[in-house]
């Protein structure tokens, strides 16, 4: 009889496991956010064939400045949610901002000092966030809900319920541009690379990943969990408040409702859609970018095809909604 033993036969290749199988469409679905820009491609393409007036200049410019202060709430909010936590009170914070740099402005005061005050506050608000958050473990959604309803109540008190004009004070923020490139866009542009960099190729970028996909091993790893996340809710402070003076400069004045939970379930559900894990762990600047810039333009062509204001609201739930179940349904497959 003999020992050896017969050798193994190789198990036949088949299509799907060949070199190349599948096509251009394999290899479209190795590439990040394939899906987002062909829905943002047939949006655009769907509203430039139904309007004339969407590919115009003046409406590309005025696109651009809309979702610039979403962008800049978006980055910080991406920069949180990837380490894992969340922030409900930015667009709340957004909305302090506005209220309080718009009284000092419209009293007189300087705009170098008002800026200052402005960004100051809004930082030591993120900042009590991050110490709620850190400290008595409470969980992120609660406690910066609870915040942001709290600071909605304050700035109605600021304005004392009436819109606040500050003139032509901030005006080429909000107006302007260079290079043909709007300035809040040029802002936007600068915090969102700014992001992307701290994300990528520095080490608190990397700590943020970690913390955000297992915080217990990040902490046993050597990481200081706790001045990190002080540290985030203080940026994500600090962008809210330039978002509110970015949206108080394109405006002109601040009224009660400016900024608030609608500034803010709009910046989530485009940090949701570009793919960031509501777990944490996982995120990206480009796909964020992509999300807000899908849901300004959403938003732009139904205002001008003339759909009500109401289905707007409609449209960002919705779209939140499914790219939450999206977001759990890969979390799923990944594990």
Do not use: C
Not at 202 to 214: H, L
Not at 237 to 248: D, E, F, I
Not at 305 to 313: C, E, G, I, P, R
């Amino acid at each position: 009889m003999s020992l050896e033993a017969p050798p193994e036969a190789s198990a036949p290749t088949t299509p799907a496991s060949a070199p190349g199988a599948g096509g251009p469409l394999r290899m479209l679905r190795g590439v990040p956010h394939t899906g987002l820009v062909a829905v943002l491609i047939l949006v655009v393409t769907y509203a430039g064939l139904e309007t004339d007036s969407f590919s115009t200049s003046t409406n590309v410019t005025n696109i651009l400045r809309q979702v610039s202060v979403t962008a800049v709430i978006a980055a910080g909010l991406t920069l949180l949610m990837t380490a894992g936590g969340m922030d409900f009170s930015m667009g709340s914070n957004a909305s302090v901002t506005t209220a309080v740099a718009a009284q000092l402005l419209a009293h007189g005061t300087s705009t170098a000092f008002t800026v200052v005050v402005s960004l100051l506050l809004a930082t030591a608000v993120g900042l009590v966030n991050g110490a709620v958050v850190t400290f008595t473990h409470v969980a992120p959604f609660v406690a910066t809900l609870a915040s942001a309803t709290l600071l909605d109540g304050v700035a109605l008190l600021v304005l004392d319920g009436q819109a606040v004009s500050i003139g032509t004070k901030l005006f080429s923020l909000g107006n302007n541009s260079t290079l043909g490139l709007p300035h809040l866009l040029i802002v936007a542009l600068v915090v969102l690379a700014s992001a992307a960099v701290v994300m990528r190729f520095t080490v608190f970028g990397r700590d943020a990943y970690a913390i955000g996909g297992n915080e217990h091993v990040a902490r046993l790893s050597g990481i200081n969990v706790t001045w990190h996340k002080l540290a985030l809710y203080g940026l994500t402070g600090a962008l809210s408040g330039l978002a509110g003076l970015m949206l108080l400069s394109r405006l002109g004045s601040s009224s009660p409702g400016t900024g608030g939970l609608t500034l803010q379930l709009t910046a989530v559900a485009a940090v949701v859609i570009g793919g960031t894990a509501l777990a944490g762990g996982q995120g990206t600047v480009i796909g964020t970018v992509l999300g807000v810039l899908l849901l300004g333009v959403v938003a732009n062509a139904l205002n001008l095809l003339q759909v009500s204001s109401y289905f707007q609201q409609i449209s960002v739930g919705g779209v939140l909604l499914v790219a939450a179940m999206a977001n759990q349904l890969q979390k799923a497959s990944r594990h």
